[in-house]
Protein backbone atom coordinates (compact mmCIF):
# COMPACT_ATOMS: atom_id res chain seq x y z
CA UNK A 1 0.00 0.00 0.00
CA UNK A 2 1.34 3.42 -0.88
CA UNK A 3 0.80 6.55 1.93
CA UNK A 4 0.07 8.53 -1.49
CA UNK A 5 -3.03 5.97 -2.21
CA UNK A 6 -5.74 7.64 -0.08
CA UNK A 7 -9.32 5.69 0.61
CA UNK A 8 -7.67 2.51 1.78
CA UNK A 9 -9.49 0.14 3.77
CA UNK A 10 -9.30 -0.50 7.52
CA UNK A 11 -10.71 -3.87 9.00
CA UNK A 12 -10.86 -3.92 13.00
CA UNK A 13 -11.27 -7.45 13.59
CA UNK A 14 -13.21 -7.34 16.43
CA UNK A 15 -15.05 -3.93 17.03
CA UNK A 16 -16.05 -4.18 20.35
CA UNK A 17 -15.78 -0.98 22.94
CA UNK A 18 -12.22 -0.33 21.36
CA UNK A 19 -12.81 -0.85 17.69
CA UNK A 20 -15.87 1.48 18.56
CA UNK A 21 -13.64 4.19 20.06
CA UNK A 22 -11.12 3.76 17.56
CA UNK A 23 -13.24 3.48 14.21
CA UNK A 24 -15.89 6.49 15.94
CA UNK A 25 -12.62 8.46 16.56
CA UNK A 26 -10.95 8.37 13.03
CA UNK A 27 -14.35 9.17 11.39
CA UNK A 28 -14.84 12.17 13.48
CA UNK A 29 -11.08 13.26 12.59
CA UNK A 30 -12.05 13.14 9.05
CA UNK A 31 -15.65 14.76 9.40
CA UNK A 32 -13.96 18.01 10.99
CA UNK A 33 -11.97 19.71 8.91
CA UNK A 34 -10.74 21.70 11.49
CA UNK A 35 -8.11 19.22 13.01
CA UNK A 36 -4.89 20.06 13.87
CA UNK A 37 -3.02 18.36 16.20
CA UNK A 38 -0.84 19.87 19.03
CA UNK A 39 1.58 17.71 20.80
CA UNK A 40 3.81 20.58 22.88
CA UNK A 41 6.96 19.58 24.42
CA UNK A 42 6.57 18.93 27.84
CA UNK A 43 9.08 21.07 30.51
CA UNK A 44 9.45 18.28 33.06
CA UNK A 45 9.33 15.25 30.29
CA UNK A 46 12.90 13.10 29.86
CA UNK A 47 13.66 10.63 26.86
CA UNK A 48 15.77 7.97 26.85
CA UNK A 49 16.83 7.44 23.21
CA UNK A 50 15.07 4.85 21.36
CA UNK A 51 12.61 3.94 23.70
CA UNK A 52 10.01 6.79 23.24
CA UNK A 53 9.68 9.32 20.69
CA UNK A 54 7.55 12.27 21.20
CA UNK A 55 5.42 12.59 18.05
CA UNK A 56 4.44 15.85 16.02
CA UNK A 57 2.46 15.32 12.65
CA UNK A 58 0.49 17.20 10.51
CA UNK A 59 -2.70 15.29 9.36
CA UNK A 60 -3.64 15.04 6.11
CA UNK A 61 -5.99 13.20 3.84
CA UNK A 62 -4.03 9.94 3.83
CA UNK A 63 -6.08 8.40 6.48
CA UNK A 64 -8.59 4.83 5.62
CA UNK A 65 -11.07 6.17 3.19
CA UNK A 66 -13.32 2.82 3.74
CA UNK A 67 -14.10 1.18 6.98
CA UNK A 68 -15.49 -2.31 8.00
CA UNK A 69 -16.55 -3.39 11.50
CA UNK A 70 -16.17 -7.56 12.09
CA UNK A 71 -17.80 -8.86 15.13
CA UNK A 72 -18.67 -12.27 16.24
CA UNK A 73 -22.85 -12.11 16.88
CA UNK A 74 -25.73 -10.53 14.75
CA UNK A 75 -26.96 -9.24 17.50
CA UNK A 76 -23.82 -7.77 18.08
CA UNK A 77 -23.75 -6.38 14.01
CA UNK A 78 -27.08 -4.81 14.67
CA UNK A 79 -26.58 -2.96 17.45
CA UNK A 80 -23.02 -2.29 15.80
CA UNK A 81 -25.14 -1.05 12.71
CA UNK A 82 -26.91 1.60 15.31
CA UNK A 83 -23.82 3.02 16.75
CA UNK A 84 -22.72 3.90 13.26
CA UNK A 85 -26.00 5.13 11.90
CA UNK A 86 -25.73 8.60 10.75
CA UNK A 87 -21.98 9.30 10.60
CA UNK A 88 -21.11 10.65 7.03
CA UNK A 89 -18.70 7.75 6.23
CA UNK A 90 -20.46 4.01 6.49
CA UNK A 91 -19.02 0.61 8.02
CA UNK A 92 -19.83 -2.03 6.98
CA UNK A 93 -20.66 -3.89 9.49
CA UNK A 94 -20.85 -8.23 9.66
CA UNK A 95 -20.52 -10.55 11.68
CA UNK A 96 -19.02 -14.24 10.96
CA UNK A 97 -17.46 -12.94 8.16
CA UNK A 98 -13.67 -11.76 9.01
CA UNK A 99 -12.04 -13.87 6.06
CA UNK A 100 -13.84 -11.39 3.23
CA UNK A 101 -12.76 -8.67 5.67
CA UNK A 102 -9.52 -8.80 5.93
CA UNK A 103 -9.09 -9.70 2.28
CA UNK A 104 -10.30 -6.57 1.40
CA UNK A 105 -8.74 -4.62 3.92
CA UNK A 106 -5.19 -2.61 3.55
CA UNK A 107 -4.90 -2.51 7.38
CA UNK A 108 -6.49 -4.70 10.30
CA UNK A 109 -6.99 -3.35 13.59
CA UNK A 110 -7.20 -6.70 15.82
CA UNK A 111 -9.22 -5.72 18.77
CA UNK A 112 -10.51 -9.15 20.05
CA UNK A 113 -9.94 -10.31 23.47
CA UNK A 114 -6.40 -11.42 24.70
CA UNK A 115 -7.63 -15.01 24.57
CA UNK A 116 -9.01 -14.74 21.03
CA UNK A 117 -6.41 -13.65 19.32
CA UNK A 118 -5.07 -16.57 18.01
CA UNK A 119 -7.99 -18.79 17.25
CA UNK A 120 -9.36 -15.66 15.26
CA UNK A 121 -5.77 -15.72 13.08
CA UNK A 122 -6.07 -19.29 12.77
CA UNK A 123 -10.05 -18.83 11.06
CA UNK A 124 -8.79 -21.27 7.81
CA UNK A 125 -7.95 -18.18 4.72
CA UNK A 126 -7.27 -15.59 7.41
CA UNK A 127 -3.21 -16.21 7.72
CA UNK A 128 -2.90 -16.10 3.71
CA UNK A 129 -5.23 -12.93 3.39
CA UNK A 130 -2.85 -11.11 5.84
CA UNK A 131 -0.15 -11.55 3.65
CA UNK A 132 2.44 -8.63 3.59
CA UNK A 133 -0.74 -5.97 5.33
CA UNK A 134 -0.03 -4.49 8.58
CA UNK A 135 -1.72 -5.95 11.55
CA UNK A 136 -1.97 -3.39 14.32
CA UNK A 137 -2.81 -5.61 17.70
CA UNK A 138 -4.08 -3.53 20.28
CA UNK A 139 -4.12 -6.75 22.81
CA UNK A 140 -3.21 -6.52 26.16
CA UNK A 141 -0.62 -8.82 26.98
CA UNK A 142 0.12 -10.90 24.05
CA UNK A 143 3.05 -9.96 22.34
CA UNK A 144 4.22 -9.51 19.04
CA UNK A 145 7.15 -12.46 19.37
CA UNK A 146 3.65 -14.43 20.09
CA UNK A 147 1.73 -13.04 17.19
CA UNK A 148 4.22 -13.14 14.46
CA UNK A 149 4.41 -17.39 14.75
CA UNK A 150 0.64 -17.17 14.31
CA UNK A 151 0.55 -15.21 10.57
CA UNK A 152 3.03 -15.04 7.91
CA UNK A 153 6.96 -13.32 7.73
CA UNK A 154 5.66 -10.73 5.31
CA UNK A 155 3.24 -10.24 8.04
CA UNK A 156 4.07 -6.79 9.17
CA UNK A 157 2.82 -6.87 13.19
CA UNK A 158 2.49 -3.94 15.60
CA UNK A 159 1.05 -3.72 18.86
CA UNK A 160 -0.61 -0.51 19.78
CA UNK A 161 -2.25 0.23 23.46
CA UNK A 162 -5.11 2.82 23.27
CA UNK A 163 -7.32 4.15 25.66
CA UNK A 164 -10.89 4.57 25.42
CA UNK A 165 -11.35 8.54 25.09
CA UNK A 166 -9.88 7.69 21.70
CA UNK A 167 -13.78 7.90 21.16
CA UNK A 168 -13.83 11.97 21.87
CA UNK A 169 -10.28 11.93 19.83
CA UNK A 170 -8.51 12.73 23.60
CA UNK A 171 -6.79 9.03 23.58
CA UNK A 172 -3.46 7.85 24.53
CA UNK A 173 -1.80 5.79 22.11
CA UNK A 174 1.28 4.14 22.40
CA UNK A 175 2.77 2.04 19.43
CA UNK A 176 6.15 -0.49 19.25
CA UNK A 177 8.73 0.79 17.16
CA UNK A 178 9.26 -0.33 13.32
CA UNK A 179 12.53 -0.74 12.02
CA UNK A 180 13.81 1.89 9.76
CA UNK A 181 13.71 0.75 6.29
CA UNK A 182 11.45 2.99 3.91
CA UNK A 183 8.69 0.17 3.92
CA UNK A 184 8.65 0.71 7.42
CA UNK A 185 8.37 4.57 6.87
CA UNK A 186 5.21 4.10 4.98
CA UNK A 187 3.45 1.52 7.69
CA UNK A 188 4.78 4.21 10.87
CA UNK A 189 3.19 6.85 8.55
CA UNK A 190 -0.49 4.92 8.53
CA UNK A 191 -0.50 4.25 12.22
CA UNK A 192 0.50 7.83 12.93
CA UNK A 193 -2.29 8.69 10.65
CA UNK A 194 -4.54 6.56 12.71
CA UNK A 195 -3.80 7.00 16.07
CA UNK A 196 -2.73 10.94 16.34
CA UNK A 197 -6.38 11.80 14.96
CA UNK A 198 -7.73 10.49 17.92
CA UNK A 199 -5.80 11.50 21.00
CA UNK A 200 -1.79 11.76 21.24
CA UNK A 201 0.44 9.05 20.39
CA UNK A 202 3.72 7.85 20.65
CA UNK A 203 6.21 5.51 20.41
CA UNK A 204 7.90 3.15 22.94
CA UNK A 205 9.50 0.13 23.47
CA UNK A 206 7.59 -3.52 23.73
CA UNK A 207 9.22 -4.11 26.93
CA UNK A 208 6.96 -1.53 28.60
CA UNK A 209 3.90 -2.33 27.02
CA UNK A 210 2.54 -3.93 30.46
CA UNK A 211 3.38 -0.95 32.45
CA UNK A 212 1.25 1.25 29.50
CA UNK A 213 -1.39 -1.20 29.41
CA UNK A 214 -1.94 -0.08 32.72
CA UNK A 215 -1.31 3.42 33.38
CA UNK A 216 -3.08 4.75 30.00
CA UNK A 217 -5.04 1.64 28.54
CA UNK A 218 -6.48 0.60 32.18
CA UNK A 219 -6.26 4.25 33.25
CA UNK A 220 -9.35 6.04 32.45
CA UNK A 221 -11.15 3.35 35.14
CA UNK A 222 -8.27 4.48 37.92
CA UNK A 223 -9.15 8.67 37.02
CA UNK A 224 -12.94 7.47 37.15
CA UNK A 225 -12.67 6.08 40.71
CA UNK A 226 -11.04 9.25 41.92
CA UNK A 227 -13.75 11.54 40.32
CA UNK A 228 -16.65 9.51 41.32
CA UNK A 229 -15.13 9.60 44.79
CA UNK A 230 -14.27 13.57 44.77
CA UNK A 231 -18.11 14.58 43.94
CA UNK A 232 -18.96 11.74 46.04
CA UNK A 233 -17.65 14.54 48.92
CA UNK A 234 -19.28 17.11 46.95
CA UNK A 235 -22.59 15.29 47.83
CA UNK A 236 -21.38 14.54 51.43
CA UNK A 237 -21.11 17.86 52.01
CA UNK A 238 -24.64 18.97 50.16
CA UNK A 239 -24.24 19.47 46.47
CA UNK A 240 -26.48 18.29 44.12
CA UNK A 241 -24.57 14.91 42.34
CA UNK A 242 -24.85 16.18 38.92
CA UNK A 243 -23.22 19.96 39.97
CA UNK A 244 -20.88 17.44 42.24
CA UNK A 245 -19.46 15.54 38.85
CA UNK A 246 -19.28 18.58 37.07
CA UNK A 247 -17.50 20.36 39.36
CA UNK A 248 -14.96 17.46 39.76
CA UNK A 249 -14.52 16.19 36.34
CA UNK A 250 -13.68 19.88 35.21
CA UNK A 251 -11.12 19.94 37.65
CA UNK A 252 -9.10 17.17 36.68
CA UNK A 253 -9.59 17.89 33.22
CA UNK A 254 -7.99 21.52 34.30
CA UNK A 255 -5.45 19.97 36.39
CA UNK A 256 -4.43 17.72 33.90
CA UNK A 257 -4.64 19.98 30.82
CA UNK A 258 -2.05 22.75 32.92
CA UNK A 259 0.33 19.44 33.35
CA UNK A 260 -0.20 18.97 29.27
CA UNK A 261 -0.35 21.99 27.46
CA UNK A 262 1.73 23.86 30.18
CA UNK A 263 4.19 21.48 31.28
CA UNK A 264 3.01 22.71 34.73
CA UNK A 265 4.28 19.26 37.00
CA UNK A 266 1.74 18.04 39.33
CA UNK A 267 3.79 19.24 42.28
CA UNK A 268 3.83 22.41 41.38
CA UNK A 269 0.18 23.05 40.82
CA UNK A 270 -0.67 21.05 43.86
CA UNK A 271 1.78 23.81 46.02
CA UNK A 272 0.21 26.87 44.10
CA UNK A 273 -2.83 25.60 45.33
CA UNK A 274 -2.32 25.10 49.08
CA UNK A 275 -2.33 28.25 50.78
CA UNK A 276 -0.42 27.96 53.90
CA UNK A 277 -2.53 27.01 57.05
CA UNK A 278 -5.91 26.92 54.57
CA UNK A 279 -8.49 24.08 52.99
CA UNK A 280 -5.90 22.20 50.62
CA UNK A 281 -3.22 21.69 53.05
CA UNK A 282 -5.91 20.01 55.50
CA UNK A 283 -7.62 18.04 52.82
CA UNK A 284 -4.09 17.07 51.33
CA UNK A 285 -3.23 15.43 54.87
CA UNK A 286 -6.23 13.73 54.81
CA UNK A 287 -5.26 12.04 51.47
CA UNK A 288 -1.76 11.07 52.69
CA UNK A 289 -3.03 9.61 55.78
CA UNK A 290 -5.03 7.12 53.73
CA UNK A 291 -1.76 6.53 51.72
CA UNK A 292 -3.86 7.24 48.54
CA UNK A 293 -0.20 7.77 46.50
CA UNK A 294 1.33 4.47 47.34
CA UNK A 295 -2.59 3.13 46.62
CA UNK A 296 -2.82 4.64 43.07
CA UNK A 297 0.86 3.84 42.18
CA UNK A 298 0.53 0.23 43.32
CA UNK A 299 -2.79 -0.75 41.57
CA UNK A 300 -0.92 0.67 38.22
CA UNK A 301 2.29 -2.13 39.41
CA UNK A 302 -1.00 -4.68 40.29
CA UNK A 303 -2.29 -4.20 36.45
CA UNK A 304 0.78 -3.75 35.03
CA UNK A 305 1.59 -7.83 36.41
CA UNK A 306 -1.51 -8.69 35.28
CA UNK A 307 -1.50 -7.71 31.90
CA UNK A 308 1.59 -9.37 31.44
CA UNK A 309 -0.70 -13.13 31.94
CA UNK A 310 -3.22 -11.94 29.20
CA UNK A 311 -3.54 -14.18 26.43
CA UNK A 312 -0.73 -16.09 27.78
CA UNK A 313 -1.26 -19.51 27.58
CA UNK A 314 -2.45 -21.47 30.56
CA UNK A 315 -3.30 -18.44 32.43
CA UNK A 316 -6.93 -17.16 32.15
N1 LIG B 1 -11.52 -1.81 26.93
C1 LIG B 1 -10.44 -1.01 27.00
O1 LIG B 1 -10.49 0.09 27.60
C2 LIG B 1 -9.18 -1.42 26.33
C3 LIG B 1 -9.04 -2.67 25.76
N2 LIG B 1 -7.87 -3.02 25.12
C4 LIG B 1 -7.76 -4.32 24.47
O2 LIG B 1 -8.68 -4.28 23.41
C5 LIG B 1 -9.21 -5.57 23.17
C6 LIG B 1 -10.72 -5.48 23.07
O3 LIG B 1 -11.24 -5.02 24.29
P1 LIG B 1 -12.74 -4.50 24.34
O4 LIG B 1 -13.00 -3.63 23.16
O5 LIG B 1 -12.94 -3.97 25.69
O6 LIG B 1 -13.54 -5.89 24.16
P2 LIG B 1 -15.04 -6.14 23.69
O7 LIG B 1 -15.48 -7.39 24.33
O8 LIG B 1 -15.86 -4.91 23.92
O9 LIG B 1 -14.94 -6.35 22.12
C7 LIG B 1 -14.51 -7.55 21.56
C8 LIG B 1 -15.16 -7.68 20.22
O10 LIG B 1 -14.66 -8.84 19.59
C9 LIG B 1 -15.72 -9.46 18.87
N3 LIG B 1 -15.44 -10.85 18.58
C10 LIG B 1 -15.50 -11.91 19.41
N4 LIG B 1 -15.21 -13.04 18.74
C11 LIG B 1 -14.96 -12.69 17.46
C12 LIG B 1 -14.63 -13.39 16.29
N5 LIG B 1 -14.47 -14.72 16.29
N6 LIG B 1 -14.45 -12.69 15.16
C13 LIG B 1 -14.63 -11.36 15.12
N7 LIG B 1 -14.93 -10.62 16.20
C14 LIG B 1 -15.10 -11.28 17.36
C15 LIG B 1 -16.89 -9.29 19.80
O11 LIG B 1 -18.10 -9.46 19.07
P3 LIG B 1 -19.36 -10.23 19.72
O12 LIG B 1 -19.98 -9.25 20.69
O13 LIG B 1 -20.22 -10.52 18.54
O14 LIG B 1 -18.84 -11.45 20.41
C16 LIG B 1 -16.68 -7.86 20.27
O15 LIG B 1 -17.29 -6.96 19.39
C17 LIG B 1 -8.71 -6.47 24.29
O16 LIG B 1 -7.72 -7.31 23.77
C18 LIG B 1 -8.14 -5.51 25.32
O17 LIG B 1 -7.00 -6.06 25.96
C19 LIG B 1 -6.84 -2.14 24.98
C20 LIG B 1 -6.93 -0.89 25.50
C21 LIG B 1 -8.07 -0.43 26.26
O1 LIG C 1 -8.86 -4.45 31.46
C1 LIG C 1 -8.26 -4.84 30.44
O2 LIG C 1 -7.73 -5.96 30.42
C2 LIG C 1 -8.19 -3.95 29.24
C3 LIG C 1 -6.77 -3.63 28.84
C4 LIG C 1 -6.57 -2.19 29.19
C5 LIG C 1 -7.91 -1.73 29.51
N1 LIG C 1 -8.77 -2.68 29.48
Known sequence: MSLNQTGYTLCILGCGTMGIAILSGVIASIESSTFVPQFPKLKWES???GTSTPIDIESDSSLPGRFIACVNRRETAEKLKQTFHGMRRSVEV???ENLSAVREADVVILCCKPQLAHSILSQPGIVDALDGKLLISILAGVTISQMTEWVLPSTKVVRAMPNTPCKIREGMTV???LSSSAESELDRNVILKIFSSIGRCRFIDEKH???????SGSGPAFACIFLEAMADGGVMMGLPRAEALE???QTLQGAARMTLQQGAHPAQIKDTVTTPGGCTIAGLLALEDGRVRSTIARAIQIATERASELGQPNRK
Not at 209 to 215: K, W
Open 47 to 49: HTP
Open 209 to 215: FDACTAL
Open 94 to 96: VAG
Open 247 to 249: LAA
Open 175 to 177: VTP
